[in-house]
């Protein structure tokens, strides 16, 4: 057990500070930083994360030393308040939230106005001079925010449907009231209105929850602090941090502070701000605010928030509110040199809340804002040309899967014009997104899994859809602004959002969405969202491609990376369009030309398939010559495409079976046998011989070559011819025969010795005496990365075909694995999907073992990997320490292998430079430009047992 579970902080003195994440989460750190800072935090303590663990641990269980903490805090905090917990007179009011080290927005429970009862009411209303809507609205707040988190919630109590649920009965209560009367806002409700619902809300809890709502103040902190420890478990909390990758055992800590009120008078408010606008990245202070509420109000987006200044208004929605800036000029000017001091003091953009109660500002929070791929780059860019960070720290600080964000599909302008537009929201999340309109989270993720795009309809999100929003295309809301739910966690993701579109009326009964000039809209009609620009229209629009060659910060962020990264950034490409596109992505290479999709045209398969129905080999030979001329021209465009970089080829890898109809499908194969003419019966018992109870086993890879020498004779004379002609042209070119399924050497050196046979042929009949090409093989056979060091001394280079690999190595068949591997994550068996993110203390091992003894048997052996894995991010940061030369990834991952590719050099290099060694404000290229001999040093390859190379490719 720990010695100490409660940190006080107040008065300008705290126990904690922002270093002190781990113990007290993120909130309860910087609540102590800002404290310490002397800015005006209303006063209160943090409950650390590891009391959080020992709870669970315990069987839910608070020990008496903490009791006895809290007690000794809260006391402190009456002090600097002058007011006591629970007091008749003078009452002292908390609010109970959560706070894990990681923000994790609107996942876990929070409480507000703890400690009010029958017998503290009559002292929050003299407190307010009289004000008894003011109590009284703070006294059903509390009811039906503790009935729902600590009562239902944390009680584990899960209604039969979202309208049994307790706070859906109260707001019910709330809405009868609010029609019964005529109206159209909380806000008019009256102090008796209030009473009156307060009764009806203790009635409903008894009836509903079996049980009283607690009178006693400590019973609803205790019950508050267990309620924020058992959201931590909570489904939507979970589901979160299986999404971000947070780890479980962290915990959270449960913050406790004094509660001032927004919603007390018109000289009261709430809002968010942001110190950066975290859409775009523009250094703008940005943000929302309400008048007379309190924070929930602005973050559920119940009402639309005013804009905080000028920079914040948005046209058609809150332009005509009067800003923060406009209304109470000197709070605004105070609450600007916050941001300002906040910012420079964490040195990035900062999410802030705050209060004004009755004309003074209060500091609720501050924490590293989250924001979209765009603004996080312009924001890095931005941040070094104004010396506040280094370069080293700008590429450190970008997710690698945010980049990814840039390269969004964006909705066809030429589309646009012509399409009906159905409503205009505010632009919260980037790109374009089109999908079929679903109106629960529940059904937007099982249509997701179905293979449908869906776009996740509400009229605000909560913390219960996380599911469906991560699994849509994208979210729209017809209420909230640009802090609410939605907003914030489509920017964390890089969601395409569109949050307020209030012209939108959703009808959840009859699943329709109708817009104010009268369309009506049903669930499962397809619309389409432009992010950008906050606007819905009808129908599917077609999409198209991003261009981050125009985006300035984006070019000189990658530059930066590419100074830094020590592996090569290769694409897996079949064709020129692909190579072209890769290479606009900044790739330096062919990592993986898949040969066998090029087998597929009409009249390549047809001589494919006569090869593979042939009875002599004469014939045999006769269709593959017909192939050549085809393959040829596959690799004289594609080679050319990629001048003057490698293309790594590999030769033909399926078995045959995959070139001929399913025998099952009898239509197919009569089809095929009158194509081919030859006799369906015949052509069928074929395909039931080529047929194998396990094809990735079978006769495919160098064991094809091996039996039919031809066709390997045929692959490396295409590839060949293809290298002369354009040598003889003048395009230097560098192809990498690549011989796939290589368990053995001798299997190996059968293959080679047929490619190094006719590249002698092809230089006398070419008259191309030098022909620059490699010959080598991909290790995707365990046996090979363990027999790596007989066959490195006849091989070039190693491709390591991860894909393969994984499932021969893990046992698992990857088109199979989905009916297990997801109850293995769950279960914690594998941390991550082994066919997503490398098995590291397994398949991982293989991969070492394989360069190590590679290696040490050839010292100029070239090492690479073109398995999916060649594009994620913690597996190019294990490719990188083992000591491979390159990775290669799909085209649209080129980008992220770059970026992540610099982080790893960086984290194993000692981490970024101190900032003085940034650039002096101002030096950003303006336009995408090689790098500047004045940046900052490249790190020297760091030394690992393969002593590994350090060019690039």
């Not at 009011?93 to 400690?115: E, F, H, I, K, Y």
């Not at 019973?219 to 931590?232: D, K, N, P, T, Y």
């Not at 705050?354 to 924001?379: D, P």
Request: charged content about 25%; proline content about 5%; some cysteine.
């Amino acid at each position: 057990m720990a010695d100490k579970y409660v940190y006080s902080f107040g008065s300008g003195q705290a126990e904690g500070n922002a270093k002190m994440k781990e113990l007290l989460g993120g909130k309860g750190a910087n609540l102590a930083e800002m404290t310490n800072l002397g800015l005006p935090v209303p006063p209160g303590f943090t409950i650390s994360t590891e009391m959080c663990n020992e709870y669970f641990e315990s069987g839910g269980k608070l020990p008496d030393s903490l009791i006895q903490e809290v007690k000794k805090a809260m006391r402190q905090v009456e002090r600097i308040m002058g007011r006591k917990f629970g007091d008749k007179k003078n009452p002292l009011l908390v609010s109970v939230r959560s706070g894990a080290r990681q923000s994790m927005p609107g996942m876990m429970d929070t409480v507000l106005n703890v400690g009010l009862s029958t017998e503290t009411l009559p002292g929050l209303i003299e407190m307010t001079g009289g004000d008894e809507r003011f109590a009284y609205d703070a006294y059903r707040r509390l009811i039906m925010m503790y009935a729902d988190v600590v009562m239902e919630k944390a009680a584990g109590i899960e209604p039969e449907r979202d309208d049994l649920a307790v706070r859906a009965r109260l707001e019910d209560l709330m809405d009868g009231i609010k029609e019964a009367k005529g109206y159209a806002t909380d806000r008019e409700l009256t102090a008796e209105d209030l009473k009156i619902l307060s009764m009806q809300f203790k009635a409903t809890v008894r009836g509903v929850l079996g049980q009283r709502f607690p009178d006693d103040p400590w019973e609803q902190l205790w019950g508050g602090i267990r309620a924020v420890f058992q959201s931590w478990i909570g489904k939507r909390a979970v589901s979160y941090r299986n999404i971000e990758g947070i780890p479980h055992n962290w915990g959270t800590a449960v913050n406790v502070q004094t509660m001032v009120f927004g919603n007390l008078d018109d000289d009261s408010a709430t809002g968010v701000a942001f110190t950066r606008d975290p859409s775009t990245g523009e250094n703008v202070f940005y943000g929302e605010w309400l008048r007379n509420a309190q924070g929930e109000d602005v973050v559920a987006g119940i009402r639309t928030p005013n804009a905080l200044n000028l920079a914040s208004k948005r046209e058609g929605s809150n332009d005509h509110l009067a800003s923060l800036e406009e209304e109470m000029s000197e709070l605004y000017d105070e609450l600007s040199g916050f941001r300002t001091r906040l910012e420079t003091h964490y040195r990035d953009m900062q999410d802030l809340e705050f209060t004004i109660e009755r004309g003074r500002l209060w500091m609720l929070q501050t924490r590293v804002g989250k924001r979209n791929g765009v603004a996080a780059v312009r924001m890095a860019v931005d941040m070094v040309n104004e010396k506040m960070i280094s370069r080293e720290e700008a590429l450190l600080r970008i997710k690698p899967s945010q980049l990814d964000e840039l390269l969004h599909p964006m909705l066809d302008p030429a589309a646009e014009r012509e399409a009906w537009k159905l409503a205009k929201g505010l632009p919260a999340g980037p790109g374009g997104a089109v999908g079929r309109i679903v109106l629960d989270s529940d059904k937007a993720k099982r249509w997701a899994e179905q293979g449908r795009k869906v776009i996740l309809v509400r009229t605000e999100t909560s913390p219960e859809d996380v599911d469906g929003m991560k699994a849509a295309e994208g979210i729209l809301t017809s209420r909230g602004g640009m802090t609410s739910h939605a907003a914030l966690v489509a920017r964390g993701w890089g969601k395409c959002c569109i949050a307020g579109a209030s012209d939108l009326k959703i009808d959840y009964r009859e699943r329709s969405v109708t817009t104010a000039l009268g369309t009506t809209l049903n669930e499962g009609d397809w619309i389409s969202l432009n992010g950008s620009t906050g606007i819905v229209y009808q129908g599917q629009l077609a999409v198209m491609a991003a261009d981050p060659e125009k985006m300035d910060e984006y070019n000189e962020l990658m530059s930066w990376a590419d100074e830094i990264r020590r592996l090569g950034i290769r694409t897996n490409a079949d064709n020129p369009n692909d190579a072209a596109q890769a290479r606009r992505f900044g790739a330096k290479g062919i990592g993986l030309c898949r040969t066998e999709h090029m087998f597929f045209g009409e009249e390549r398969i047809r001589s494919m398939r006569a090869m593979i129905l042939a009875k002599t080999e004469e014939e045999r030979v006769a269709s593959l010559k017909r192939l050549l001329p085809f393959q040829r021209e596959d690799f004289y465009q594609i080679m050319k495409a990629m001048s003057p970089f490698p293309v790594n080829i590999r030769l033909v890898d399926p078995p045959l079976h995959e070139f001929l109809p399913d025998e099952n499908d009898p239509e197919a194969v009569q089809e095929v046998a009158d194509e081919m003419e030859v006799d369906a019966g015949k052509l069928s018992s074929r395909i039931h011989e080529l047929r194998e109870l396990n094809p990735m086993l079978g006769h495919r890879g160098c064991r094809l070559g091996i039996t039919i020498p031809a066709v390997t004779e045929m692959q490396a004379r295409a590839i060949l011819e293809a290298t002369a002609k354009l040598t003889l042209e003048g395009v230097e070119v560098h192809p990498e025969i690549m011989v796939p399924l290589v368990g053995n050497y001798l299997e190996f050196e059968n293959q080679r010795d047929i490619i190094m046979k006719t590249a002698e042929q092809v230089k006398k009949s070419t008259g191309c005496s030098e022909l620059h090409f490699k010959v080598g093989t991909m290790i995707e056979v365990p046996r090979a990365a363990i027999t790596a060091d007989e066959i490195a001394p006849i091989a070039q280079f190693f491709s390591f075909g991860t894909n393969d690999l994984t499932q021969m190595g893990c046992g698992f068949s990857r088109d199979d694995s989905a009916t297990f591997l997801p109850h293995y994550l769950e279960a914690g068996i594998y941390q991550d999907d082994p066919f997503q993110s490398i098995d590291q203390k397994g398949v991982g091992q293989l991969v070492r073992i394989a360069v190590e003894k590679g290696r040490a048997a050839n010292k100029d052996l070239h090492l690479g990997i073109c398995g999916e894995h060649g594009g994620d991010p913690a597996s190019i940061e294990f490719f990188d320490e083992v000591g491979l030369d390159y990775v290669s990834c799909s085209p649209f991952r080129v980008p992220i292998a770059r970026l992540a590719a610099a982080q790893s050099t960086l984290r194993h290099n000692g981490g970024p430079k101190p900032v003085e060694d940034a650039p002096k404000a101002g030096t950003a290229a303006k336009k995408a430009a090689p790098a500047k001999k004045t940046a900052a040093k490249k790190p020297a390859a760091r030394k690992t047992t393969a002593n590994p190379r350090t060019k690039k490719s």
